[in-house]
């Protein structure tokens, strides 16, 4: 599959361009979180923000929920409530290591306690992938069967876990790669926030460097579902970030998606394109 875009090459959605006389790289973000055209309500919850107004610092979170009468998008919400502020507030005091693993701890625990108080919510989980680029290095902390791939130099790599049965049958070498990619139980989950006694995160304790003119990309399993590897290669290989998630949904929507989708796009770049920092918060019921 390939993406092309003929018309107004110049075209900056949604955003401003600001050039800097600053060193470094700047975390341009782009977002997107949709109901789809087959489910009713949207369950994904998807939050980033630029800690101390500084556009090279960056945390993002993606977010599917599920269980229970409208308990998934509220699962969903919590998790990125708590990991966004929980971060924000403690980002000098500990390491991105630290800092993510309290703050996976907290939004498990919070959402337990929330559907112990409610019937319609017990038993509610959710997914929780994030990004914290902190001194040009990133960190992830991530559960669930969301995802986070980065495109570098034309090689795309999925730098998340999924944790899910399937993924451990084809770990165990008990299936093939493409028996995983097309098992009917491939969204059978193991472990995700609120649904387990003990959580174990994937969490980087080192992180790795950004280049400039690296995408990372974060998405939910609703994207998965419908886009291949080579699909998200080649979409993210398109020369203009601010189209991407606009081809994403288009195609997503012609695929008769059946999920919610939702995806956040980190472009590292020299040039700062990005609105003015605050808070981006999107559980979107369409």
């Not at 075209?11 to 973000?29: D, E, I, L, M, Q």
């Not at 489910?39 to 980033?48: G, L, T, V």
């Not at 680029?133 to 960190?139: A, D, E, G, K, T």
């Amino acid at each position: 599959m390939r993406f092309f875009f003929s018309s107004n090459k110049n075209k900056v959605a949604n955003s401003t361009v600001k050039k800097s006389k600053n060193s470094g790289s700047f975390c341009n973000v782009y977002t997107l979180s949709e109901t789809g055209p087959v489910r009713d309500h949207n369950e994904d919850s998807i939050a980033y923000s630029f800690p101390e107004n500084n556009h090279k610092n960056l945390i993002a979170i993606v977010a599917d929920g599920m269980g229970g009468h409208n308990a998934g998008e509220i699962a969903s919400k919590i998790a990125c409530d708590i990991l966004l502020d929980y971060c924000l507030k403690y980002w000098e005091k500990y390491t991105p290591e630290k800092l993510l693993q309290k703050a996976f701890k907290n939004a498990h625990n919070e959402i337990v306690e929330t559907g112990k108080w409610n019937p319609e919510q017990h038993g509610m989980g959710t997914t929780a992938t994030s990004v914290i680029i902190q001194r040009n290095v990133c960190y992830i902390g991530h559960i669930g069967d969301s995802r986070i791939y980065r495109l570098r130099n034309g090689n795309l790599t999925q730098i998340s876990k999924d944790h899910t049965l399937v993924n451990q049958m084809f770990e165990d070498g008990d299936i093939t790669m493409q028996e995983r990619d097309n098992h009917p139980m491939k969204n059978v989950l193991l472990q995700a926030l609120g649904t387990t006694t003990n959580i174990q995160p994937q969490i980087t304790s080192n992180g790795w460097k950004i280049l400039e003119g690296d995408r990372i990309f974060m998405c939910s399993d609703g994207v998965t579902d419908v886009f291949s590897d080579g699909d998200i290669k080649d979409l993210l290989s398109m020369s203009q970030a601010e189209f991407v998630l606009e081809c994403l949904s288009c195609t997503a929507t012609t695929r008769n998606v059946s999920d919610n989708f939702s995806a956040v796009l980190i472009d590292i770049s020299s040039i700062n394109r990005t609105l003015p920092s605050k808070t981006k918060e999107q559980n979107v019921l369409l």
